[in-house]
């Protein structure tokens, strides 16, 4: 079983649609969990955390279920320059430096 | 701020050529990670060096591959003799302690 599993999508909505998916992770014990962006032939790029209590950035609004090991984002609204891979990341314990990426759910925004 | 930087950008070598990878990580970042991203596998993390100590190299593929970092600024994976399948978006990414980090541009690596 991978440790980061995402639904590769793609999602395809239109604009000003909200649009949501989710990521789940094997070990039980992770602290830290991050949606990073990467653009088509780019770098990943940080989005934002996940916190416990869940945590909005705008637009977007990520979840976190410890119970049920998963890990959700939502974006509202949604721009055409939203469409990207949104890569789950999920680290292990606080002074762990690994970070195991998903392989990432696309969404495309469209006109 | 430059941000992490990477060369060459693009390579197309021969299979059986030697490649080298090159990579500056931010000023005063202590933690440097090379990664590799394919289709199949996704990224999928190679080698950290932590103030330029190798800390974990469980990810590097076999024995064509190694890498070094001889001081803070400066680091390099090699490949040789390179494979087809070598081929993929080889990233670098740096990080002051055990934070996320910022990752490079990356190297796109084509071996015919």
């Known amino acids: 079983r991978k440790e980061v599993e995402q639904d590769p999508g793609p999602f395809n909505v239109p604009e000003g649609a909200t649009v949501a998916f989710n990521c789940t992770y094997s070990?039980?014990?992770?602290?830290?969990f991050f949606w990073y962006r990467q653009d088509c032939r780019k770098e990943p790029k940080l989005l934002m955390s996940v916190y416990s209590s869940g945590n909005e950035d705008g637009r977007f609004t990520a979840q976190l279920n410890r119970a049920s090991q998963y890990i959700s984002l939502l974006i509202r609204d949604s721009k055409l320059s939203d469409s990207a891979t949104y890569l789950c990341?999920?680290?292990?314990?606080?002074?762990?430096?690994?970070?195991?990426f998903g392989a990432g759910t696309t969404v495309t925004v469209r006109a | 701020d430059a941000g992490v930087i990477q060369s060459p950008r693009h390579e197309v070598t021969e299979m059986g050529q030697e490649v080298t990878l090159r990579c500056k990580p931010i000023?005063?970042?202590?933690?440097l990670f090379w990664y590799r991203q394919t289709m199949m596998r996704g990224l999928e993390l190679l080698i950290y060096?932590?103030?330029?100590?190798?800390?974990?190299d469980s990810g590097m593929p076999e024995d064509r591959f190694s890498a070094k970092m001889p001081n803070a600024s400066f680091s390099t994976l090699k490949i040789q003799p390179s494979e087809p399948r070598d081929s993929a978006v080889y990233f670098c990414a740096s990080s002051l302690e055990s934070l996320t980090g910022q990752f490079g541009s990356g190297t796109r690596l084509t071996v015919v």
């Open positions: 000023s005063g970042h202590n933690s």
């Open positions: 060096f932590n103030n330029n100590v190798p800390i974990d």
């Open positions: 070990n039980s014990a992770s602290q830290s």
């Open positions: 990341v999920v680290k292990g314990l606080t002074n762990d430096y690994k970070l195991s």
